[in-house]
């Protein structure tokens, strides 16, 4: 296997390992899916998500549920599968490595048509990863920041040069950097791509209404065509998880996306419908406004009122509102215990974890009240915590707030529509806000982004130079003791900053008609449906 693989493949064991310590005692593996039963050609599947996705660019896109959208329109070079391997999808095999490390070459999939009927080659490959790395406010740039350019090398070759090697690039390209776009449909629409996207894929884009649905329609063109079953996507925006699990119960929808852990009891109770889940790679937590003055990917600044304070100013105010959290109670009152309590971006199964990685400050609000003391801080401290305007997010956010209440916080809460909080957030517009993220088959994708100064998610304004090395040390190497150590040290300093407190890591669930078959859901929480359908 090619040293570049390494990392992600060895992480297959640690989600198969996960897979045997199920939070909800059921006996499903890692990866859950309908079964083989027999699915007829037709119809139209209705899939309920539990947020409205951002905009379906692959290049500016974040939200889980715009990649389940693209899971089903938006093929890339490499996937993962059901064992969390990965495997070529785009791409004719997996990538071969210079001995040095520093060009890795990957052959294109042949007679491979876009959704507008043009043909994949390699310089339709070369245009999105250049787009990727260099369009003005992608969220992957800092994903292929090692990338020093791509090459076609002929129709159906690409080369891409890395200023040093780098370690997570396949699993990078198993995600949506590794999403190839029509090259006709980006000159048509340049950064408007989103309004009417072209990929390849089962399915193809053929309309939106905001907060609304996303409509998908079977293509034609798509090579393995014959495996598509439904003639029609329809993914409905439900965002409150009530709503989703009465729709689903009464046949209004076929699919749900995370049934509210409140209603998973319910759900496998239901003959008439199966409960899927999968141990998850990522974590959630709240992410706190340091120096996000000026937006995203911006300098980092001092912030400026209303955000200004001594939570982005002083260390000791951050830890002070970390102790004030207790996450067993969390877990117990707002989830029903069916979560796990986290307090790093690595799961403990992982074999990049460590002792480090996993250290947990305890639960001490009068520890917290000490802290606030010392930074000469007058209690209540007001503080405004952003938060899903959903059931399950008012629920955190009301934890949150009583909790913060005893370490001497008067936490107000800003239930906000998740695209609208992202908007707001990228821009600087909060002082706190709890978010998590779906995780990565390698430890890099749930980190680097989101910790370094230059990281494309890096919402905290947060930079610090040791910090940014490691990050660059781990990526350089596919020694697993060495990352793992890396690991430890750079997760040991965020909680030392503090610009994200982890809090708690999900389990995937995802509610599904007993009617239908061939959805599956792996552990980075995506539902896959190009094989689903009705079987009745």
């Keep these: 296997m090619s040293p570049l693989l390494r990392p992600a493949a060895v992480l297959v064991a640690f989600a ?41 660019d692959p290049t500016l896109a974040r939200t889980l549920v715009g990649r389940t959208v693209f899971s089903a329109m938006c093929e890339k070079l490499y996937d993962i599968n059901e064992k969390l391997e990965i495997v070529p999808q785009l791409a004719d095999g997996l990538p071969t490595i ?45 994903e292929l920041s090692s990338v020093a350019g791509v090459d076609v090398v002929d129709p159906s070759t690409v080369a891409i040069r890395l200023k040093e090697p780098f370690a997570p690039l396949a699993a990078v390209l198993a995600d949506r950097a590794g999403m190839i776009m029509s090259p006709a449909a980006l000159k048509a629409r340049g950064e408007d791509f989103a309004s009417g996207p072209v990929c390849v894929g089962p399915f193809k884009f053929s309309s939106r209404v905001a907060q609304d649905r996303i409509e998908l329609v079977k293509d034609p063109n798509y090579y393995d065509a014959d495996k598509v079953k439904a003639d029609k996507i329809v993914y409905e925006i439900i965002a409150d998880s009530t709503t989703r699990f009465n729709n689903l119960r009464s046949g209004d929808v ?12 319910a759900l496998q109770a239901d003959s008439n419908l199966r409960l899927l889940t999968s141990d998850s790679l990522g974590y959630q937590g709240i992410t706190l406004n340091l120096a996000n003055r000026d937006g995203v990917t911006k300098p980092p600044a001092p912030l400026t009122a209303p955000y200004a304070g001594p939570v ?5 105010v951050r ?10 109670a969390i877990n117990r009152v707002v989830f029903r215990g069916k979560y796990q309590p986290a307090c790093g971006p690595i799961s403990p199964s992982s074999p990049y974890s460590s002792d480090a990685a996993q250290k947990c400050p305890p639960h001490d609000p009068a ?30 956010g009301e934890a949150i707030q009583a909790q913060a209440r005893e370490g001497g916080f008067d936490v107000q809460l800003q239930p906000t529509e998740f695209s609208a909080a992202l908007d707001a957030t990228d821009a600087g517009k909060y002082q706190m806000f709890a978010i998590g993220w779906s995780g990565r088959v390698d430890p890099d994708g749930n980190i680097a982004s989101f910790v370094t100064t230059q990281g494309s998610l890096n919402i905290a304004g947060y930079s ?50 007993a009617k239908v078959g061939g959805v599956k859901m792996y552990p980075d929480g995506i539902i896959r449906v190009t094989e689903a359908g009705f079987t009745e």
């Design 98 to 142: 210079s001995a040095d490390g520093k060009t890795v070459t990957i052959k294109i999939r042949s007679g491979v048509k876009f959704a507008d009927g043009t043909m994949l080659d390699a310089a339709a490959v070369k245009t999105s990863l250049d787009r990727h790395r260099t369009l003005t406010g992608s969220a992957r740039a800092s």
């Design 464 to 513: 610090n130079p040791d910090v940014d090395r490691m990050v660059a040390q781990a990526r350089a190497t596919n020694d697993q003791a060495q990352r793992r150590d890396l690991y430890g040290q750079i997760i040991a300093k965020v909680q030392e900053d503090l610009p994200l407190i982890y809090l708690y890591r999900t389990v995937n669930f995802t509610g599904v008609s």
């Design 16 to 56: 198969l390992a996960a897979s045997a310590c199920s939070s909800i005692g059921s006996d499903e593996p890692a990866t859950s899916t309908t079964g083989d039963r027999p699915v007829k050609a037709g119809g139209t599947l209705r899939v309920a998500l539990a947020e409205e996705p951002d905009r379906l």
């Design 367 to 396: 520890q917290a009240k000490k802290l606030l003391a010392e930074a000469g801080v007058t209690t209540p401290l007001k503080v405004s915590l952003v938060v899903a305007n959903t059931p399950d997010g008012r629920r955190l």
């Design 254 to 265: 076929d699919v749900i996306d995370r049934p509210a852990a409140t209603d998973v009891d």
């Design 319 to 328: 830890h002070a509102f970390e102790l004030s959290l207790d996450r067993e």
């Design 312 to 316: 982005a100013s002083d260390a000791r």
